[in-house]
């Protein structure tokens, strides 16, 4: 079928359909979440949906949280009530805790600075990284923010946010201040991954002892460490099979712990109602001192699994996670603490096992089992937004190349990460066995989750002014009062470090020092790699065979850069007496987005003249794309090829521009008719092809009417050029395709100082040993894989 190229009246009927067809949104997996999120985007939920999607959010969002009243209060009173009118004060903070932490501060304000659905530390240092130039990585370009998801706002020149982003921009240590940061809590949720599934599994066996008292604390461990390592034994399985049953079991744990509170307030003490009073949180502080300033290490366990509801926040509209916590959470946790509380009125010595010994004895084994339950959904809820966290990282550049499992066909964030997984298991029981207490676990606990949320509240001050654009006085209401609350906790687990506060410090300074030198790794060899490309003057200078025999074939030359020839090229043409007939150099890069639509994944454009036979192909993918073992792969990027040629040659004859594009949003219709060749092998949905005569890419434009009509005058002419070259490229590609891969070692020069040379030639070149390989990452075949060997020094 002739392609055929739109005249201005064409252009106008079509306006409309085109305007709809750029505005489309992304295409999920499976078409259930497409629908959600495009009802989600449009709000259009219905009442009936929303109470749906609130209560699946319930064992995805809230098992964390959920599981807080198993040892609460035992870490706050680790040496016993002293005073009954210190329960009081103590279900005082708790009650204002949870109102303004996850109430207010995460549900209300911070759910909603989500990256389209995605929630955590990179998907806010994402939006960042879109509304000002903080990235360390300088891999973006232009046509980079024309992606359906790149969404961002603009600022007045004069503005307040417009001045903080210059303010950020115009220093390199700012920018490397911003990335530690973001690094600093994402080792910290890291941290979370293990101390969760260490407190919360520990506590729910530490019930076995309640009924048999004489039971050794030994035998406890046993039983949650192997309750542990059956979790992270099951988690290649991933949640999909079972991931149904989270919603109902974390439900029924809240309405059990609701009801068994309501049940000991009416039973025990109904005055501890009088706890929503503040001022006995001032009684308290002025009655225990010191004592009762450190005891909020204990308090602020209520609200672990905040900064996870973050985390987790998924597919999940912020509508549907506000009523779930507003409807069910909330109040089902006050009644819990305010039963347990009521309990400890008449028991004070009951205080280390505060939650089983308040169950009413009927019922106490059935609460036990859907306790160990709900422990188990709020570890796998921990488990995997570390995995997702780890995913984000390792996309933006900042984590170890280490496998990554799709565990569903269905749902793309379901995803397994085998090496992360066994280390996770490995601290976790090594915390469990070591410690063999809930409170010395609690204030490591405590220490990761306090510095987690204070490091969401710095960048939630960027993301109100940036890209929330807030006024200043908003903005300082809300660092006002999330730093009073959260320096105070923090001031309170800082005399809990040497009672297992030490943990996470540990834990989370060993994976900033991996993440960060893989980054500065990173950066030292794109750098290198952009001032080392090869000019185009000498590719010219080189003539058509590029000074070698051309062999039958396509060369894949697999770079970093998404412009210009990498210096392993001319590396590779030096040191080898033939090339290919045709070459594409192949870039995989990530953007600070969640997802690229694959219909916008290729851009493919031309390197110097036609008879050189040489293309850039950039593939790109969000942080929460996965580039998997996919056969397609390549298929897709010959399909973007044949029809870059296909589209070239209907502009051809243009002599007045140097550069064209194509408006790129076909029907579906003429794309099958663009992409018909004589072999038929070639079918796919592309659009958004940036056409280019040099090395360069320019913004999807529409094309003037003079360009219109020269195209429909050479049709002819660009017809049989067109077939000349599809064929040529059909006959290399039967050749044979070979992928060329660098293999880079990055040295550190001899006159670097002391722990530049360790960085760089010890920890980076040990992480790139024992890290993946690019050829494993990208499934290429051993038969038809070359590396080139190249030593960078920087």
Known sequence: MAARVETDEDSESNKGSMWVLDQKLDQPMDEEAGRLRNM?????????????????????????????????????????????????????????????????????????ANDNGQGGTFALYSLLCRHAKVKTIPNQHRTDEELTTYSRSTFHEKSFAAKTKRWLECYAFRKNALLILVLVGTCMVIGDGILTPAISVLSAAGGIK???????????????????????????????????????????????IGGIGLLNIWKYDSSVLKAFSPVYIYRYFKRGGLDGWTSLGGIMLSITGTEALFADLAHFPVSAVQIAFTVVVFPCLLLAYSGQAAYLMRHQDHVVDAFYRSIPESIYWPVFIVATAAAIVASQATISATFSIIKQALALGCFPRVKVVHTSKKFLGQIYIPDINWILMILCIAVTAGFKNQSQIG?????????????????????????????????????????????????????????????????????????????????????????????????????????????????????????????????FITNLPAIHSVVVFVCVKYLPVYTVPEEERFLVKRIGPKNFHMFRCVARYGYKDLHKKDEDFEKKLFDNLFLFVRLEAMMEGCSDSDEYSLYGQQTEQSRDGLLNNNNGNTSSSITGLTISSVDSIVPAIKSPPHVNNTVRSSGQMSSQTETDELDYLNSCRDAGVVHILGNTVVRARRESRFYKKIAVDYIYAFLRKICRENSVIFNLPHESLLNVGQVFYV
């Open 210 to 256: 309640v009924d048999h008292p004489h039971m050794s604390n030994a035998v406890v461990v046993v039983v949650a460490v192997v309750i542990l390592v059956g979790l992270f034994c099951m988690q290649h399985y991933g949640t999909d099979k079972v991931g149904w049953l989270f919603a109902p079991i974390v439900l029924l744990w809240f309405l059990m």
């Open 40 to 112: 989600y985007r449009e709000k259009k939920f219905s009442a009936l949906l929303l109470l749906r999607l609130a209560f699946q959010s319930l064992g995805v969002v809230y098992g964390d949280l959920g599981t807080s009243p198993l040892y609460v209060f035992y870490n706050t009173f680790p040496r016993g009530i002293k005073d009954p009118e210190d329960v009081i004060g103590a279900l005082s903070l708790i009650i204002y805790s949870l109102t303004l932490v996850p109430l207010l501060k995460y549900v209300f304000v911070v759910c909603k």
């Open 443 to 571: 204030n490591a606990y405590g220490t990761a989750v306090v510095i987690v949320m204070l490091v969401t509240t710095l960048l939630m001050i960027l993301i109100m002014i940036l890209v929330w654009r807030c006024h200043w006085i908003l903005v300082l209401i809300f660092t006002g009062l999330s730093l009073v609350v959260e320096c105070t906790y923090f001031s309170a687990v800082l005399f809990k470090i040497d009672q297992g506060g030490w943990v996470p410090l540990v834990i989370a300074a060993a994976f900033l020092l991996i993440m960060y030198v893989w980054h500065y790794g990173s950066v030292k060899r794109y750098e290198f790699e952009m001032h080392s490309k090869v000019s185009m003057a000498w590719i010219l200078g080189l003539g058509p065979s590029l000074g070698l025999v051309r062999v039958p074939g396509i060369g894949l030359v697999y770079t970093e850069l998404a412009s210009g020839v990498p210096h392993i090229f001319s590396h």
